[in-house]
C-alpha cells in the first residue's frame, strides 16, 4: 500500500539557520498538501501543491513537488522563533481515500 | 465566525466510563472528520461524515461511534473508555471532500483514560 515517509521527526535549530523537511512516497500522489501545528494548538493548512516539479514561496517558505510527483519538501529559509512547531505534509490516499497526514517534523528553533 | 469549535477542551475519564465529544462548525460545511493524534504517528482519521445523517469509518474507527444529526455538528462516542484511548483529539471540516479541499481543524479535546 502507500506509504509516506517524512524525514526528520525532529530538527533543533538556531535562529536564522535554514531548515528542510521531506515527505517520500513509495507510489505516485495525486496532491500533497502542507499543515502547520504550533506546540498546543491545530494543525493549520499552508498551502497544497498539485503540478510535476510545482514550486511555490510564502515569504520564507519555499514548497516543492518533486517531478515524480512521489516527493515533497518545505524549506524555510533563515528560521524565526515564530516557525517553531510540527509541520505535516498530508495526501489523499488509502482504503478510505481520505487525507492522511504523515508523521511530521518538529522544529526547534533557539534564540 | 468561530470557525471549528471543540467541547470539551480536556477531559479525564476512568476505564470503562463513557463520555462524548462535540464537535460545531459554522462554515456549513458538508464533510467533517474526527482525528486522533498520537506522539510520533500524526494523525490518524477515527470516522468521517459527507452530510447530515451519514458517517463512514476511517483508518481507526474501532472503541468509536460518530452521530452526524445537524448539519452543523458531529459528535464522537466513547462507550467504555480504555487507556489506549488516551490522546488529543481533533475534529476538523471542509467544504467538500475533493483531494483539493482544505480542512479546518478546531482547537482539539486532550483526553485522559485512566
Known amino acids: 500500500g502507500q506509504q509516506v515517509m517524512q524525514i526528520p521527526q525532529y530538527q533543533h535549530v538556531q535562529e536564522g539557520e535554514d531548515f528542510t523537511t521531506y515527505c517520500n512516497s513509495s507510489t505516485t500522489l495525486s496532491n500533497i498538501q502542507w499543515y502547520k501545528q504550533r506546540p498546543g494548538g491545530h494543525p493549520v493548512f499552508l498551502i497544497q501543491l498539485v503540478k510535476s516539479g510545482e514550486v511555490k514561496k510564502q515569504k520564507r517558505l519555499t514548497f516543492q513537488f518533486g517531478e515524480a510527483k512521489k516527493n515533497s519538501s518545505l524549506h524555510i529559509t533563515a528560521t524565526q522563533t515564530t516557525d517553531v512547531g510540527t509541520y505535516f505534509c498530508?495526501?489523499?490516499?488509502?482504503?478510505?481515500?481520505?487525507?492522511?497526514f504523515g508523521t511530521g517534523t518538529l522544529l526547534a528553533v533557539q534564540p | 465566525n468561530a470557525g471549528v469549535t471543540q467541547t470539551p477542551k480536556f477531559r479525564v475519564l476512568k476505564t470503562g466510563q463513557s463520555m462524548t465529544l462535540l464537535c460545531a462548525q459554522d462554515?456549513?460545511?458538508?464533510?467533517m472528520y474526527w482525528y486522533r493524534q498520537d506522539p510520533g504517528m500524526g494523525l490518524r482519521l477515527i470516522h468521517y461524515s459527507v452530510g447530515e445523517g451519514t458517517t463512514a469509518k476511517g483508518e481507526v474507527p474501532d472503541g468509536y461511534n460518530v452521530s452526524r444529526l445537524k448539519k452543523q455538528n458531529f459528535l464522537l462516542g466513547l462507550e467504555s473508555a480504555a487507556p489506549s484511548q488516551t490522546s488529543v483529539y481533533f475534529c476538523a471540516s471542509s467544504s467538500t471532500g475533493t483531494r483539493s479541499e482544505t480542512q479546518y481543524f478546531g482547537p482539539g479535546t486532550r483526553l485522559l483514560v485512566l
Open positions: 498530508a495526501y489523499y490516499g488509502g482504503a478510505t481515500n481520505k487525507l492522511i
Open positions: 462554515m456549513n460545511h458538508e464533510y
